[in-house]
């Protein structure tokens, strides 16, 4: 449940979509389940169909914004300042928000939901090297954002 | 990309994630040492990666969670009544019209003509009913993203 719902958040950006396009990819998933093969695991089918809801979603939404917003930070030291942590999320938001969907999608699905590059390879159907290969592009283009 | 370049891309992900082992890691260092752009290039990503790591996408609170598959079952549900809804008001409906229509023809009271337009009209009612119902499904399997073949 809740990686299907941060799945879709990384995707769309804002809570509202990602609630309701999680739970509807789950009544998909219930009425289409004489298509899951049990050999594979659910969440992989699942996200699927959640990704070509959320895919089809933005492409029928275009005005509407699909910008990362809810990000927040992980753990709270005390090494940076409140402010400090702000103006880098800020940071990370915008350059996020530049990059393209599938860039997009790749980090923050290894570095956001902490993926294995296998996860990663069977939920996206590419072999693990070119997930490999697209994260480390997609954070180079993160990077310069960045800069 | 070149065979080269795959193999670097490799090490570098697996000496960010900390998983290389040591033969990997001699060669890992070794390539380093012999590119110094290769060493700022993995500098880069260690930094991105370490702010990456900091952050998290936000919890939305306990009672979301809680109310999460609750509403995912209403809208099962709600689902399958308007299915029932639905297939006992296409029942009710063509039933209705069936009577109208046996009660029209046999009513002596009524001109032909009236009797012809009406049923001409249920006709034609019925035609951009049925219409409407496969231009749907038409643009429905015409959908690029259409799922679910798994």
New interface residues.
């Given amino acids: 449940m809740k990686r299907a719902y941060y799945s879709a958040l990384a995707i769309l950006g804002n809570h509202d979509d990602a609630m309701e396009l999680s739970q509807q990819a789950f009544i998909r998933a219930y009425n289409n389940f004489s298509k899951y093969d049990p050999e594979r695991k659910f969440f992989t089918w699942y996200y699927k169909i959640l990704r070509n809801l959320c895919l089809n979603f933005i492409r029928d939404n275009k005005n509407k914004s699909h910008l990362i917003e809810e990000i927040t930070y992980r753990t709270m030291d005390d090494i940076q300042s409140e402010i400090e942590k702000d103006e880098e999320i800020e940071k990370v938001k915008r350059a996020l928000n530049q990059l393209e969907h599938s860039d997009r999608e790749i980090i923050m699905m290894k570095e956001f939901e902490n993926y294995s590059y296998k996860e990663i390879a069977e939920m996206l159907d590419i072999p693990i090297g070119s997930v490999m290969s697209k994260l480390f592009y997609a954070r180079k283009k993160l990077a310069n954002k960045m800069k | 990309?070149n065979v080269m370049k795959?193999r670097e891309?490799?090490l570098?992900?697996l000496a960010l994630e900390g998983e290389l082992n040591s033969e990997e890691q001699n060669e890992f260092n070794l390539l380093l040492e012999s590119n110094p752009q290769l060493k700022i290039?993995y500098d880069?990503?260690k930094?991105?990666?370490g702010?990456?790591?900091?952050?998290?996408?936000?919890n939305?609170g306990k009672e979301?969670?809680d109310g999460?598959?609750l509403?995912?079952y209403n809208?099962?549900e709600r689902?399958i009544a308007w299915i029932l809804i639905s297939i006992s008001a296409i029942i009710i409906a063509g039933y209705g019209i069936y009577e109208a229509m046996t009660n029209l023809l046999a009513d002596t009271n009524i001109p032909g003509f009236m009797k012809i337009s009406i049923i001409v009209f249920v006709i034609g009612l019925a035609i951009l009913i049925f219409s409407l119902i496969r231009e749907k499904l038409a643009s429905r399997k015409k959908?690029k993203?259409?799922?679910?073949?798994?």
């Fill in positions: 990309m795959e891309i490799y570098f992900e290039e880069e990503q930094k991105i990666k702010v990456l790591m900091n952050m998290s996408l936000k939305p979301f969670w999460y598959w509403s995912i809208r099962i689902g959908d993203y259409r799922e679910i073949q798994r």
